[in-house]
């Protein structure tokens, strides 16, 4: 569980290439500078941790690139203090990212391996989530519902109904939606019946699947 020198410099590398590709919030500059990403891959693939791209993980997912995390991070607008639904888990890089802008992170993976695994490492290396949950993301977490905040960080082939349901009035919910290719999307809910909604860009996900495995 090494970080060094070395690593500590490829980190300020990879924040000047996702701040030249648009990312403007300091903080969440700040969070990728500091998260050692290489810790959330396995030590054969860590020349590949500071690139900006994403990485197979366990269980046919992905660490996603550095960059979408970013983009989907800033969108968010976090505050200190703000409720934070994640739905997948993954490697828990976005977790931490999260965390590390001082979000109260409620997080859900359907993987049974990698929620076991991410929820021992995010714990060893001083991460700590508000709750981790294995579970199906598509149903959210209506128990600790309502949420400041939502990030969706697999291919929704359609906008969830619970999930908008559980957001707070003015909360922020980002998802990509779409098959093959999604459009990341941005939801404001406006108040109990209206919500606006931005698209941005294309990107690609793993399919955010249902039922737990």
């Known amino acids: 569980m090494q970080d060094n020198f070395r690593h500590k410099g490829k980190r300020q590398q990879l924040v000047k290439i996702v701040k030249k590709k648009g990312i403007t919030d300091k903080a969440v500059l700040g969070a990728i500078g500091k ?4 810790l959330f891959m396995d030590s054969s693939f860590e020349d590949h941790a500071y690139q900006d791209k994403a990485f197979p993980i366990a269980a046919d997912q992905t660490i996603s690139q550095p960059y979408t995390v970013a983009f989907q991070t800033e969108k968010l607008q976090i505050e200190k ?7 997948g888990t993954g490697s828990g890089y ?5 965390c590390e802008l001082g979000a109260r992170v409620y997080s859900i993976e359907r993987q049974r391996e990698l929620y076991r695994k991410t929820k021992m490492f995010l714990n060893k290396i001083g991460y700590r989530p508000k709750h981790l949950s294995f579970g199906d993301g598509y149903k959210g977490m209506p128990e ?3 949420f400041d905040k939502i990030i969706v960080t697999a291919g929704a082939p359609f906008v969830p109904n619970d999930l908008l349901g559980q957001l707070k009035v003015g909360g922020r919910m980002v998802i990509p939606v779409g098959e093959d290719v999604q459009t990341m999307t941005l939801f404001i809910r406006k108040s109990p019946t209206e919500f606006d909604k931005t698209e941005f860009g294309q990107f690609r996900f ?5 039922d737990k495995n």
């Open 144 to 146: 600790y519902a309502p």
């Open 206 to 210: 793993v399919p955010l699947l249902g």
């Open 35 to 38: 998260i050692p990403r290489h």
């Open 81 to 87: 203090g703000e409720k934070v639904l994640e739905i």
């Open 94 to 98: 976005q977790t931490a990212v999260l």
